[in-house]
């Protein structure tokens, strides 16, 4: 992932329409600081959730809580929760303050361990992120962010499909193509492909 120049990624990226947000944020980078170090990661897979009116959201039917708070707040705030009472989960809210959208990191590339490729239950252990997250505003935090580093996406490479493991949502939510992953092989150095 040769990295040519960064720009740290503002508001106006994420308070835009959540299914305008999510394929954008493919080939972005994660950054995360934390004792001492400094680890990113490209964003390979992710997925949207469309608030009160998707039963698949955490805030289906306008639910507000404690937990799910931050998705309420402004785009870019970020959104933790523990799922299987092991593997936290890594969301940042979209849209705008008061509508509580967002979108799902499923996949990242390593750019520190030898762009290894990383599924949902270990995108936020490589980038030690947990419940001490949830409510950071990655717009301002200095110890986590989103960058983007010139990685181009062509839109013939993103792969849309269902989202993953709602079919309690039923069968309308559950077929929604709100999922987009890329092929991360096709953006790592050759040295690096399998």
Same mark, same amino acid.
């Given at each position: 992932?040769?990295? %040519? ?5 503002? $508001? ?15 080939? @972005?980078?994660? =950054?995360?600081?934390?004792?001492? $170090? ?17 039963? +698949?959201?955490? %805030?289906?039917?306008? *639910?507000? %809580?404690? $937990? =799910?708070?931050? &998705?309420?707040?402004?785009? !870019? %705030?970020?959104?933790?929760? &523990? ?44 980038? #030690?992120?947990?419940?001490?997250? #949830? !409510?950071?505003?990655?717009?301002? +935090?200095?110890? &986590?962010?989103?960058?983007? *580093? ?23 939510? +559950? #077929? *929604? ?6 092929? +991360? $092989?096709?953006?790592?150095?050759? @040295?690096?492909?399998?």
């Amino acid at each position: 992932m040769p990295q %040519t120049s960064s720009t740290r990624i503002g $508001r106006d990226v994420f308070n835009r329409p959540t299914l305008t947000v999510a394929p954008d944020l493919l080939g @972005k980078f994660i =950054v995360r600081r934390h004792d001492g $170090r400094q680890w990113a990661a490209m964003i390979t897979e992710i997925e949207a959730y469309k608030g009160p009116r998707d039963a +698949a959201a955490h %805030t289906h039917g306008g *639910r507000r %809580t404690a $937990r =799910v708070e931050p &998705l309420y707040a402004d785009g !870019g %705030t970020a959104y933790v929760y &523990l799922i299987y009472g092991m593997h936290w989960m890594l969301n940042f809210s979209t849209v705008g303050a008061g509508i509580p959208e967002g979108v799902l990191i499923r996949g990242v590339v390593s750019e520190n361990d030898d762009h290894a490729i990383l599924g949902p239950g270990r995108v936020c252990r490589h980038l #030690s992120i947990d419940k001490s997250i #949830s !409510g950071v505003d990655a717009i301002a +935090a200095d110890h &986590l962010w989103l960058e983007d *580093r010139g990685v181009v996406v062509p839109k013939r490479t993103i792969v849309r499909g269902p989202r993953v493991g709602i079919d309690y949502a039923g069968p309308y939510w +559950a #077929s *929604r193509p709100w999922r987009f992953s890329i092929d +991360a $092989r096709d953006l790592l150095p050759s @040295k690096s492909r399998s």
